[in-house]
């Protein structure tokens, strides 16, 4: 049974700096990509970032520049480092592993990132 946990959400004031862990229980193939996407209240999820084996990482371009996904194999992990935090980078965020067409993807329950003075 694979899970993901996130953990590392909070409350930063502007200009702040957060890392997000996911950690990942089970087996997940390693050709699945694995995300972060957010959803502030009254809007849909969106994707972050993204990193795939091979193929590096994206990003939405509201935080590239500021943010930086990572992804530890051995630790069964993957990591977001959030710098220069926005008051419009408030929301949940959710890990997601994300598999090929037709496949099943995983998320996990989200954690609460709030940037406010």
């Known amino acids: 049974q694979v899970q993901l946990v996130e953990s590392g959400g909070g409350l930063v004031q502007p200009g702040g700096s957060l890392r997000l862990s996911c950690a990942v229980s089970g087996s997940i193939p390693p050709y699945y990509s694995m995300g972060w996407y957010r959803q502030a209240p009254g809007t849909s999820r969106e994707l972050v970032a993204e990193i795939r084996t091979g193929s590096g990482a994206n990003y939405a371009d509201s935080v590239k520049g500021r943010f930086t996904i990572s992804r530890d194999s051995a630790k069964n992990a993957v990591y977001l480092q959030m710098n220069s935090l926005k008051p419009e980078d408030t929301g949940v965020y959710y890990c997601?592993?994300?598999?090929?067409?037709?496949?099943?993807?995983?998320w996990g329950q989200g954690t609460q990132v709030t940037v406010s003075s």
């Open positions: 997601k592993a994300d598999g090929p067409p037709f496949s099943r993807d995983f």
